[in-house]
């Protein structure tokens, strides 16, 4: 029989979660809040809770294996959650945590890694071998595949959201400059609440008021896609990735964001290889198709 694998994708407010079978179709699937506790015991019983009742909803009882994915700073070979502001997590050692509880072959990573590796395999990076996927929400952060294979950095690789991208604004990393604090889907709303006295719900809101002549909306949106030619210009001044994969609602607006950013590398890299930007294809279920693959990564012999 095919195996079937349960993945999680843990993020601040709910989880995702589905059985997929080898081929990853969608056998059962759930959402809901996430639990919360500093210590991570909370959570990892819901986890455990999850997986079993995913397994009952598909009548195909324990799963194979099981993938989770969780926000910020995540070793992926000790399998700790170094930091994530989102979970108020710190060092929690939440892969022996799940071990104790699930006893089945088991994966533990981050959430932009997992759904860069399902872009990568599945979705808009397919048959790359040097690829970068750049989801811009609430945060901004980069799966880096590099010679085929992901680039981790014991967690710590891939922040691009904190490249001093030549503003002033503070970012709540402590610094000033960061791409995160201008070209970020909450970063977006923010600056145009502060520029209008009027509330945004999210930068797909400011891009639809751009798109109709809103001149605050057009320089909000205008500052955060020129910051992300800065971040994208030195991700491949380092790293040359032949594809750079854009994810996030900020580019459910097609090429009318992704055009302009386009333009200012053209115009702005001088000996680097210009790469192809492509529209993310696996919306906000990259993270939990990458929990699946991780998961089923573990299966192989």
């Not at 964001?257 to 386009?262: N, S």
Request: aromatic share 4%.
């Amino acid at each position: 029989m095919t195996p079937a694998v349960a993945a999680l994708d843990v993020g601040g407010t709910s989880i995702k979660a589905a059985l997929y079978d080898a081929e990853l179709k969608d056998l059962a699937s759930l959402r809901e809040p996430t639990a919360r506790g500093a210590d991570g015991e909370a959570l990892a019983d819901q986890v455990a809770r999850i997986v079993e009742t995913l397994g009952k909803q598909a009548g195909t009882g324990t799963p194979d294996a099981v993938g989770v994915v969780i926000p910020g700073i995540v070793d992926d070979v000790e399998r700790v959650a170094r930091f994530s502001a989102n979970l108020d997590f710190r060092n929690v050692p939440f892969g022996e945590m799940l071990d104790s509880r699930l006893g089945l072959p088991f994966a533990f990573g981050h959430d932009v890694r997992a759904g860069g590796l399902a872009e990568f395999r599945v979705g808009a990076g397919k048959g790359c071998t040097d690829a970068a996927f750049i989801p811009v929400g609430t945060g901004i952060a980069a799966a880096l595949q590099l010679d085929g294979k992901l680039y981790a950095a014991g967690g710590q690789g891939g922040e691009i959201g904190h490249i001093d991208v030549g503003h002033r604004l503070p970012c709540g990393c402590g610094a000033t400059g960061c791409l995160e604090a201008i070209s970020s889907a909450s970063a977006i709303a923010r600056r145009y609440s502060e520029h209008t006295g009027r509330p945004a719900e999210g930068a797909e809101q400011v891009v639809d008021a751009a798109r109709h002549g809103d001149e605050a909306a057009i320089s909000v949106v205008n500052d955060a896609l020129e910051g992300l030619g800065h971040g994208i210009k030195t991700l491949v001044t380092l790293l040359a990735p032949e594809v750079v994969v854009l994810g996030g609602g900020l580019f459910t607006a097609g090429d009318y964001v992704l055009e302009p950013v386009r333009a200012w590398l053209a115009a702005n890299l001088q000996f680097q290889r210009m790469p192809e930007l492509r529209i993310a294809q696996l919306g906000d279920e990259a993270g939990r198709l990458g929990a699946a693959l991780l998961a089923l990564d573990r299966l192989k012999p």
